[in-house]
């Protein structure tokens, strides 16, 4: 029974730095591939930035050298590291993590705000 919980959102303004966390009730070296979503309202869920378990990385054309993705394997927590925010950057932001036999989990959500 995976579960999955995110912290580290809140209100920044325009230019800010946040940091997410997603800690995993087990080793995340249970999963395959973990990540980060982010919904926008009136938007579709998009993904954010993704880790597989051998350290290979993606991100979405928009947060390309702005955000990064890292985990402590110690502490069974994966991060997303956000710099220079923008106001589009607003939404909730979901961490995901996926195993070998195609389990799929999610946490639920952290409000990311960032004023202008």
């Known amino acids: 029974q995976v579960q999955l919980v995110e912290s580290g959102g809140g209100l920044v303004q325009a230019g800010g730095s946040l940091r997410l966390s997603c800690a995993a009730s087990?080793?995340?070296?249970?999963?395959?591939?973990m990540g980060w979503y982010r919904q926008a309202p009136g938007k579709q869920r998009e993904l954010v930035a993704a880790?597989?378990?051998?350290?290979?990385?993606n991100y979405a054309d928009s947060v390309k050298g702005r955000f990064t993705i890292s985990r402590d394997n110690a502490k069974n927590t994966l991060y997303l590291q956000m710099n220079s925010l923008k106001p589009e950057d607003t939404a909730v932001y979901y961490c995901n993590a996926q195993s070998d036999f195609g389990m799929d989990y999610w946490g639920q959500g952290t409000q990311v705000t960032v004023s202008s």
């Open positions: 880790l597989t378990r051998g350290g290979s990385t």
């Open positions: 087990g080793s995340i070296f249970l999963f395959n591939v």
